[in-house]
């Protein structure tokens, strides 16, 4: 598996320069709110996914007063290799080399450092929107499949195309039959992988939340599609009067979107806040387990300030699992130094300390 070694970072967020090494087994980092523990591992979910889990525009992530940053991680491969990835973003774009050769794709990068985050921005998966949702089946899936990400990327670009033609009233007949037939395809794509996973992702979520709420609750997960009722092709066909009224497609797999139900209800509305939290955590956990079957091997996981709401005994008993049998990199954060020390140290003696202070890090010997 993957296991970063070290890291290098320049001007992300509040990170001036920074280079760190760490334990590949548990690395804990401790501070008080807005030192910049996760923006630590922001850094290292950016390096894995080429984006930042919180900010949707990289001019967010620069240091302030700066309008470039860099990250670079030195990794142990799954071969026992070493490998040198890394990002530099500024004005010129975005370059992602490895061992200090260009990728000319994101693509050729997305899968090859997997990794899974959990922190308490998750909570939009369940209050938010939809799209919210489909970003972390986008996430999920484009770590694992490569078409997948290539489907999503052509089936986007098609849709802006069409979208654009609708909204000028610019409609060529012939031009949209063919740009229909061809997002069909990929549409259908995009639905099987998501239905499969949602479907795999159901009974792993419900073994994890029984860990947590101790079984007191049931859980599911429902996919819903358009493509649920047919190809995309026929109902773009049938919608095409409402689509030209609208100026804009208003059927597809980017209307896609998974309900979290709690006993037959759903979460948003009957869930507790600590029933939520919850289900987030139970949520990323089967990600982490459906990604590690997949793979063959762990992701690295980032756990950002995951005591939040949860009782301590319950984390005890879930770290223990992802930590036991094929155990991958996990990085944790928290505020509480002697929380962190008392669950972190009762699970291996192999582990690292990290204190922060004003993006500052120090290697805590213990």
């Known amino acids: 598996m993957p296991t970063l070694e070290r890291i290098t970072i320049s001007n992300y967020r509040n990170i001036g320069l920074q280079e760190l090494s760490f334990s590949p087994n548990i690395n804990c980092i401790w501070g008080n709110n807005g030192e910049g523990k996760t923006n630590l591992l922001d850094a290292i979910h950016y390096l894995s996914m080429t984006k930042s889990a919180f900010a949707a525009n990289d001019r967010f992530n620069c240091r302030y007063g700066t309008d470039t940053f860099s990250i670079c991680g030195n990794y142990r491969m799954q071969n026992g290799l070493q490998s040198r990835f890394s990002i530099q973003v500024g004005e010129d774009g975005k370059k992602i080399r ?3 050769k260009p990728l000319k794709k994101i693509s050729e990068h997305i899968g090859e450092l997997p990794v899974v985050m959990v922190s308490p921005a998750d909570i939009s998966l369940v209050s938010e929107s939809g799209e919210e949702r489909r970003k972390f089946l986008n996430a999920v899936l484009s770590q694992l499949d490569q078409e997948y990400l290539a489907a999503v990327q052509q089936y986007n670009r098609l849709l802006a195309q069409r979208n654009k033609m609708l909204k000028e009233m610019q409609i060529d007949s012939d031009l949209l039959a063919v740009i229909d037939h061809r997002m069909s395809g990929y549409a259908a794509q995009i639905h099987s992988a998501r239905k499969t996973f949602a479907e795999q992702l159901t009974d792993v979520v ?8 101790g079984g007191r609750e049931e859980v599911s997960i429902r996919y819903v599609s358009d493509l649920d009722k047919g190809s995309l092709e026929d109902i773009l066909l049938g919608r095409f009067n409402r689509d ?15 309900e979290f139900e709690m006993n037959g209800y759903p979460i948003r509305k009957c869930g507790s806040q600590g029933q939520q939290k919850s289900f987030l955590v139970a949520l990323k956990f089967a990600q982490y387990e459906i990604m590690k079957e997949a793979y063959g091997f762990a992701p690295t996981l980032l756990l950002d300030d995951i005591f939040d709401k949860l009782d301590i005994s319950r984390i005890a008993n879930l770290l223990s699992m992802v930590s036991g049998k094929d155990f991958g990199q996990i990085f944790i954060t ?3 130094k002697a929380r962190i020390r008392e669950i972190v140290d009762g699970i291996t003696s192999e582990r690292a300390y990290f204190e922060t202070s004003g993006g500052c890090f120090t290697a805590v010997e213990i």
């Open 206 to 213: 419900a073994h994890y939340y029984s860990a947590i709420s």
């Open 244 to 258: 030209v009224a609208l100026g804009y497609t208003s059927a597809g797999v980017q209307r896609d979107d998974l």
């Open 334 to 336: 928290d505020c509480n």
């Open 98 to 100: 490895r061992d200090d």
